[in-house]
């Protein structure tokens, strides 16, 4: 590959020296979202078509369409991976159209279940064209800060976890290779021991990047900004319905469904802070689970969904396990609190339906919980302690001021609608998600100030899922947020109205449809209102780390220079795991011996590397460096400047000018390549 190949459609573009590094050609707001609409398509289209051919009403196939299209892809890669069949364009449009033609020949094994009385409930056009709209206003909130906040969105990301994603992508793209189950040869690169990873995401943003021609890096923006813009607004909308169907007419249930889109984009925890930090297939994952979660419902009316149930419940674990903890929870909060006491079919039929969806979709994922327990310690091991006391914890999780949110003032008005919403369901007997709200908050309590006792115990098990990060279980809480403010706008609005239309005293002088429109044009401006209180804070956040820190115009250079020097693609490239040097795989198809920010030495680097990592610089006289250079087939060290906030560079490479074992071929200033000569004369730097 040409060294220019590191970039969007391979063709870089330069930049004066003081601007963000522009990764392609097109930064123009129509060029950005003619890309994001590509990425959404790819997202939403063949989940879709599968929920279509399984007789789901458009609204819901389009819903859970994300839901399926991961399902489709979970469902393929680890037996692909197990088999050796690489992953393509081809091969993911195969899997589409065998799991479509399973989920056909189900539905006229199942037509005979299928409940026509329920079907005649569904929503209608009007209605659901009301609560697309409130979906599109919040996807556009949210695409419109990324356009202003993102002006270089093709630049490389300064995110912490960012490399990690741009790297699986292009590793799925050179080897085929997308099992979760078999992430352990990209990040453990000298051992190559076993490592689970969710990697759907990854495997579909890879499909994309084949299709379009578009980098890994842009890929991943793309899909990560696709996922961020539409999943949210969908999720309330989605659970906002289901909360309010059963108790309230259809106009009223679609005027807070659309409400509960629009104000979804003025939470700050989803998608903006998880967008923020990189965390992009747990934002991936928690998008999709409330329209998960109110597909398995409505299976229990509608038997003939449980097939498409498995695949959406088999997608969310598979993107992220966080978010199929999430669906349990709701499930499980919603069995306890509505389920048990309304059956539809009897508790035992319910039971069976649900067992019917969880069964399969357990031995599917069986290969995944294997890989997760054997890495349990790790993520029990996580620890956000903030040493601030339970008090300023309970207030962090009750008005979601977590980390990340500290800088930020708190969001009062936005909590408070949210609050009046929460009212409004409890009075309306409406229990679980006041209650799921409860054990949520319990937990990041725990996370940030542990206490003990059977409470304690409790809370730090469930936190444990979500790696005991009170982030993670803000963005939770967010989810059932975005439905309560939604209830309560429309609730108020509504109140609003009817009292000025009391007051008017003449109903003839105004017609019905015209007070409707009043009540609409309220919800409007009370969404908008609210984003635009926030916007600058959802436009810094969407944008913060597109900022061409950790990989400028010198370190495309550098890796452009190393990319053509004489056996730089068939070695292993030493470099730090603290600098961003892990990016010329993403970049410029180069193996760095760290492909991820591993600081400090995570994940069991293997005898060498560690090696090589604490002692590099003390060849001269430590003969175990050059055992290590030959073990792992190094030729060429890229370090460069700066290192991540609060790391340091490793020991091994902090003097590599003082070794006469390494000679520097190339310093721009801020990127340095060296050359192993070991016990060698050095004549020409880069030879052979």
Not at 56 to 65: M, N
Not at 526 to 555: E, N
């Amino acid at each position: 590959m040409a060294t220019n190949e590191c970039v969007c459609r391979w063709r870089p573009v330069s930049r004066g020296d003081d601007g963000p590094v522009h990764l392609a050609s097109h930064t123009s707001p129509v060029g950005f979202g003619h890309s994001v609409l590509v990425a959404l398509l790819l997202l939403i289209v063949p989940g879709a078509i599968v929920g279509l051919a399984a007789r789901l009403p458009w609204p819901v196939a389009v819903a859970v369409g994300p839901a399926l299209t991961y399902g489709v892809v979970g469902l393929a890669t680890i037996p692909y991976g197990a088999v050796g069949i690489p992953w393509n364009g081809w091969t993911a449009l195969a899997a589409l159209a065998a799991i479509t033609a399973v989920v056909t020949g189900f539905r006229l094994l199942l037509s005979r279940m299928a409940d026509r009385g329920a079907e005649a409930r569904s929503i209608s056009a009007w209605p659901a064209i009301t609560v697309s709209a409130g979906v599109a206003l919040g996807a556009a909130i949210i695409g419109w800060a990324a356009v202003t906040g993102m002006p270089h969105w093709q630049s490389v990301p300064s995110t912490w976890d960012a490399v990690w994603h741009a790297n699986t992508i292009r590793y799925m793209l050179d080897t085929g290779q997308a099992s979760s189950t078999q992430m352990g040869a990209l990040r453990n690169v000298e051992t190559h021991a076993t490592l689970y990873y969710p990697s759907t995401f990854h495997a579909l943003a890879a499909v994309l990047s084949q299709l379009t021609g578009w980098a890994p890096t842009t890929a991943y923006t793309l899909s990560s900004l696709a996922a961020a813009m539409w999943l949210f607004p969908v999720s309330a909308a989605a659970l906002t319905w289901h909360l309010l169907r059963s108790r309230a007419g259809q106009w009223r249930t679609a005027g807070a469904a659309a409400a509960a889109a629009a104000l979804s984009a003025s939470f700050s925890a989803l998608p903006y802070v998880e967008f923020d930090t990189a965390a992009i297939p747990n934002l991936a994952a928690y998008g999709i689970a409330a329209p998960t979660m109110v597909l398995i419902v409505s299976a229990l009316r509608h038997r003939d969904r449980v097939p498409v149930a498995v695949l959406a419940l088999i997608g969310v674990f598979s993107v992220h396990t966080t978010g199929g903890v999430v669906v349990a929870l709701f499930l499980a909060a919603w069995w306890l609190f509505d389920g048990l006491w309304h059956p539809v079919r009897g508790r035992r039929g319910d039971v069976l339906t649900l067992l019917a969806i969880a069964t399969p979709a357990i031995l599917v994922l069986l290969p995944q919980f294997v890989g997760i327990m054997r890495q349990a310690d790790i993520i029990i091991g996580h620890e956000f302690v903030t040493h601030e006391g339970k008090k300023r914890a309970l207030f962090e999780a009750v008005f979601q001021h977590t980390r990340h949110l500290n800088d930020f003032p708190v969001q009062y008005p936005l909590i408070a609608l949210a609050a009046i919403g929460g009212l409004i369901l409890l009075a309306r007997r409406i229990w679980w998600p006041p209650a799921a709200w409860l054990l949520l908050v319990v937990s990041i309590v725990h996370s940030s100030a542990p206490f003990g006792g059977p409470v304690g115990s409790l809370a730090g098990r469930f936190s444990d899922f979500f790696y005991s990060d009170p982030r993670r279980l803000s963005a939770v809480i967010t989810l059932l947020l975005a439905p309560m403010a939604g209830v309560a706008l429309v609730t108020i609005a509504s109140a609003a109205v009817d009292r000025v239309r009391r007051f008017v005293d003449r109903p003839a002088a105004m017609p019905s449809r015209a007070w409707y429109a009043v009540t609409a044009a309220l919800l409007v401006a009370g969404s908008v209102g609210y984003a635009w209180h926030y916007f600058p804070r959802h436009r810094y956040l969407i944008g913060d780390k597109y900022d061409s820190v950790m990989i400028d115009r010198k370190d495309l250079q550098a890796m452009a220079y190393l990319a053509a020097l004489p056996g730089a693609r068939d070695t292993m490239i030493g470099d730090a795991n603290t600098d961003g040097t892990a990016w010329m795989y993403a970049v410029a198809g180069l193996h760095p011996l760290w492909t991820h920010y591993d600081y400090p030495v995570q994940q069991g680097p293997g005898y060498y590397r560690f090696i090589f990592w604490a002692y590099a610089d003390d060849a001269d006289f430590d003969p175990r460096v050059a055992d290590a250079v030959r073990a792992l087939n190094i030729r060429y060290v890229l370090t460069s400047t700066p290192v991540v906030r609060g790391f340091v560079m490793p020991d091994g490479l902090v003097s590599l000018d003082k070794s006469r074992s390494w000679v520097k071929i190339y310093d721009n200033g801020e990127a340095r390549i060296y050359q192993w000569r070991g016990n060698q004369p050095a004549d020409k730097p880069g030879a052979s």
